[in-house]
Nanobody, 118 residues
Framework: QVQLVESGGGLVQPGGSLRLSCAAS????????MAWYRQAPGEQRERELV?????????SYATSVKGRFTISRDNAKNTVYLQMISLKPEDTAVYYC??????????WGQGTQVTVSS
């Protein structure tokens, strides 16, 4: 079964940068469109789609992060990245990766906490 392991989060000041990684176990991961999601603090917050990358490398972004976040992938390493710059306090959330299509989701990983605060 595919397992997803996110890493790279941390505490950063507003305007700072972080690079998140998502390593997928198992073969065949390069065939799927992958995405980063985030869930902000608060019981009623839903998981929000942040960025998506197809198997061919086409990307799309939520309006709130466009121009600041960059998603990329290394198929040889079964790893997806999220480069984040100009971070804002409202980017504070737990970040998760998974396949883009909900019908193809695999079990969620533990996520990685990103906290933007001075």
């Amino acid at each position: 079964q595919v397992q997803l392991v996110e890493s790279g989060g941390g505490l950063v000041q507003p305007g700072g940068s972080l690079r998140l990684s998502c390593a997928a176990s198992g073969s065949g991961s390069s065939l799927y469109a992958m995405a980063w999601y985030r869930q902000a603090p608060g019981e009623q917050r839903e998981r929000e789609l942040v960025a998506r990358i197809t198997s061919g490398g086409s990307t799309s972004y939520a309006t709130s992060v466009k121009g600041r976040f960059t998603i990329s992938r290394d198929n040889a390493k079964n790893t997806v990245y999220l480069q984040m710059i100009s971070l804002k306090p409202e980017d504070t959330a737990v970040y998760y990766c998974n396949r883009w299509l909900s019908s193809e989701w695999v079990p969620w990983g533990q996520g990685t906490q990103v906290t933007v605060s001075s």
